[in-house]
Nanobody, 123 residues
Framework: VQLQASGGGLVQAGGSLRLSCAVS????????IGWLRQAPGKEREGVSC????????YVVDSVKGRFSISRDNADNTVYLLMNSLKPEDTAVYYC?????????????????WGQGTQVTVSS
């Protein structure tokens, strides 16, 4: 399974970005797909995920009401829409997939990772 994250950039506080995670080598209905982020000097944090069925989603408390996750099965792509961005959202954002087989969201572990995309929010 290969994942390609894109859509990061520099945005002012209060702005929006949409991250994309293009998946190849498998299909979205087989995997929980998640977005995680890591800021300098901080531990990696799970931000959001969507289950293989598409019916289960998770968003970490710190971004609830601002971030939402969705997917397009036809394009095999998962999106993270980020609104009302804050400087503390600045991080490298990664998308990842679990092994599949009906795992939970969030899963116990992610097994496949894409490269990160930098999100920088200026104050």
């Amino acid at each position: 399974v290969q994942l390609q994250a894109s859509g990061g950039g520099l945005v002012q506080a209060g702005g929006s970005l949409r991250l994309s995670c293009a998946v190849s080598g498998s299909t979205l209905d087989k995997h929980t797909i998640g977005w995680l982020r890591q800021a300098p000097g901080k531990e990696r944090e799970g931000v959001s995920c969507i289950s293989s069925s598409g019916g289960g989603t998770y968003v970490v408390d710190s971004v609830k009401g601002r971030f939402s996750i969705s997917r397009d099965n036809a394009d095999n792509t998962v999106y993270l829409l980020m609104n009302s961005l804050k400087p503390e959202d600045t991080a490298v954002y990664y998308c990842a997939a679990d092994r599949g087989y009906g795992g939970t969201c969030p899963p116990l572990r992610y097994d496949y990772w894409g490269q990160g995309t930098q999100v920088t929010v200026s104050s």
